[in-house]
């Protein structure tokens, strides 16, 4: 095997009106066990586990992908995942 | 409050083919995109199928003049082993007669575009028919009453009301979580991870063609569809207790191989969009209505179960709820019980033919190639199949070309305790959907061999094989169907 080719992923995300995406990604603290799937899963490691429970970036929404993939393997379902706000967030130019 | 004969939510393929079909029936329809336009919210493989040309012919049509149109006539299998050697590469292939299945000889033209070129057609298709299109509105939230849906919410504060609900909002439904529907996949839903790269027109053209590629490689997989001037490496797998490792790992792990940066290389690949997004890939599609509200597409979780496609199912799917909706709303009954038609109707369509082997279909993917533990004992019994097919015997020069094949042979009957019992755990269920008359057609070939059955009636050799086969039995009854397992055609 070679070595992976060099890319620079989160150069490679285009997002509009970043600042207006609003708060689509809520998580409920009690829930959480800690478990840190939501990281597992996350292209550019958005969350974080402190003292048992699952902490997200504050700013998230400059990275945040909206895959969603955090809320559908949270087990306790303590993520809430909703979309930001309408004509604001990722642009998918070659999708 | 305002009010409307059909609200859709969303304006992907699924959502704007629905809210075309509604439209066309006179329904008073309006749908939304959450996008600033349709398709730019929106990633996913988007190689569409030969079959668009029987089934939505019109759109195949104005798809080859798309700007980012690339023809597939072929699929191209690469097989990685795990020093990063390319040991096998394979085409799908075709001929005249493949060609002819479908009118206009269309049997063999799949096409690739972007879901920026196709989105906007798709919505342009539905407002052309009397929809109305609302752009840059999230809608968050359903209205509720009597324990039916009875309407939407919108980000800006809009409440609309709606005789029946069409949700096309894709593989994180807000309407399937809001009604109650439903909330997370547990387990079914897949993340896919997708590298864009740019491309020379010219020499893909020359080193790509007309085709797609699939890599394979221990714990690696992706494939690959070309468009006109680039191409996307996509590589996702199940959201389950097998998951390793983040999206991003999962595509770098393809761009170690080789032979993938050599054909970067040769085309003049650079990487262009990283996208992530979830895609529900699901032995069985689960409750797909309720009362005042049906779901279609990704919504539904219709992606086909062997390959993961669901335009196809988008579009097939939201024709026949549109359908639905307006039976339903001519009887002035939008109960679940009378939404059962939506079932009866997607079923009897080719999309339900492909979700009758949903559970074969993915439990074969489930525990070869996308099972971590089995994954590199599968590449090495498909690396020594590979060894036995008529060219590795003939350009095989390392002995005597019988002792080759018998090497080989030999190699693969060493792997075959593994094999058969993989084989008839997860291929042999498949056989089910082998056509009678196909059975009949391979047991007539043996007929003649066999000197006490040769003069036998057909029959009659059917009737003995019947007796001591309990297996063949079903597929040699008279009162079988002699094709499909269900009637081929779709609603038109």
């Known amino acids: 095997m070679l070595e992976p ?56 929404q400059e990275l945040c992908l909206e895959c969603g993939a955090c809320w559908d393997v949270c087990e306790p379902e303590a993520i809430e995942f909703n979309f930001p706000a309408g004509g604001t967030g990722i642009i998918i130019e070659f999708g | 409050m305002e009010k409307w004969d059909v609200v859709v939510v969303g304006g992907g393929p699924g959502g704007s083919y629905a809210a075309k079909t509604t439209a066309e029936q006179g329904l008073k329809t309006v749908f939304f995109e959450r996008g600033r336009k349709p398709g ?187 468009f006109r001037d680039g191409f996307h490496l996509g590589c996702g797998t199940w959201l389950d207790e097998n998951w390793d490792t983040d999206a991003i790992e999962l595509v770098r792990r393809v761009t170690r191989f080789p032979a993938f940066q050599a054909m970067c290389r ?13 895609l529900p890939w699901l032995r069985k599609p689960p409750k797909t209505h309720m009362a005042g509200m049906m779901l279609v597409g990704d919504a539904a979780g219709f992606p086909c179960p062997l390959e993961g496609e669901g335009i196809w199912h988008a579009l097939m799917s939201g024709r026949a709820a549109a359908e639905t909706a307006a039976w339903a709303l001519s009887k002035g009954d939008v109960s679940e019980r009378a939404l059962d038609e939506y079932d009866k109707r997607w079923k009897a369509t080719d999309l339900g033919k492909e979700h009758e082997f949903g559970q074969e279909f993915v439990d074969l993917w489930y525990n070869s190639i996308f099972d971590p533990d089995s994954m590199v004992e599968q590449m090495q019994l498909l690396l020594e199949f590979s060894m036995l097919h008529p060219f590795s015997i003939v350009f095989d020069w390392s002995d005597a070309h019988m002792d080759c094949f018998n090497q080989h042979l030999d190699h693969l009957l060493e792997l075959a305790p593994q094999f058969s019992d993989f084989g008839s755990k997860f291929i042999a269920p498949m056989a089910r959907g082998i056509w009678p008359s196909n059975v009949k057609r391979i047991l007539s070939l043996v007929k003649p061999r066999v000197p006490i059955l040769r003069n036998l009636s057909d029959e009659a050799f059917f009737k003995v094989v019947s007796k001591l086969s309990k297996g063949l039995a079903p597929f040699l009854n008279p009162a079988a169907k002699q094709d499909a397992p269900l009637p081929r055609g779709s609603l038109k």
């Open chain 2, 40 to 226: 730019e919210k929106n990633s996913s493989g988007c190689g569409l199928g030969q079959r668009y040309w029987r089934d939505f012919p019109d759109v195949m049509e104005a798809v080859t003049k798309m700007p980012s149109f690339r023809k597939c006539e072929m699929v191209y299998i690469n097989l990685i082993d795990e020093d990063g050697r390319l040991r096998y590469r394979s085409g799908t292939n075709g001929s005249d007669l493949c060609a002819a299945r479908i009118d206009g000889n269309h049997g063999m033209d799949g096409a690739n575009v972007y879901r920026k070129d196709l989105d906007p057609y798709l919505a342009g298709l539905a407002t052309d028919a009397g929809a109305e299109l609302r752009t840059s509105v999230l809608v968050n939230d359903v209205i509720m009453e009597d324990g039916r849906v009875a309407g939407v919410k919108t980000d800006k504060g809009d409440s609309i009301q709606a005789d029946l609900v069409i949700a096309a909002d894709g593989a994180i439904s807000t309407m399937a979580k809001k009604s109650g529907m439903r909330n997370r996949w547990e387990g079914g839903n897949t993340l896919c991870a997708q590298l864009d790269f740019s491309c020379d027109e010219q020499k893909m053209d020359d080193v790509l063609g007309k085709s797609n590629w699939v890599w394979f490689g221990a714990l690696a997989g992706a494939y690959q569809v070309n």
């Open chain 2, 266 to 278: 040769a085309v003049d690949a650079k990487p262009r969009e990283y996208q992530a997004h979830t």
């Open chain 1, 5 to 60: 080719m060099k890319i620079d992923y989160k150069s490679l995300v285009k997002r509009v009106d970043a600042d207006k995406m609003g708060d689509f990604i809520s998580y409920d603290e009690e829930k959480c066990n800690g478990c840190g799937l939501c990281n597992l899963v996350c292209s550019f490691k958005l969350w974080s586990v402190k003292d048992g429970k699952a902490r997200l970036a504050p700013r998230y």
